[in-house]
């Protein structure tokens, strides 16, 4: 079950620059950089209520985000939901003819288990699944 919004994935092609800007003009505090090998990308958090702002700067030419930048530029790359058993809703959206991206959960960013969706089947945006994963802290 889908328990709130985690967080949104911006795209930036500096991680330094951006991370300075929410900082200085927006006033928020970074909460933590991490490099995320399997998804080729270096990610900085921010806090905003409940909810956090993910910062993706890729690491390769060939890894999602670089792709993303090349074809829109900068800016919000994915939602992401946070649910209490991810792969019972990647079940039920599969039931739901959602195109899976992962069919099973990967790790991600703070520890979290996580599935993309095909964004050809969820109204054009980019979704992802999370679920905090039990062995580590969350951010």
Sequence with gaps: MIEQIDHLGIAVHRLDDAVEYYEKALGLHCLGREEVVSQ??????FAVGEVHLELLEPTSE??????????????IHHIAFRVDDIDGQLNTVKQAGVRLIHEVPIEGAGAKLVAFLDPKTTQGVLTELCQANRERPRI
């Design 62 to 75: 060939d890894s999602p985000i670089a792709k993303f930048l090349k074809k829109h530029g900068p800016g």
């Design 40 to 45: 080729k990308v270096n990610t900085a958090f």
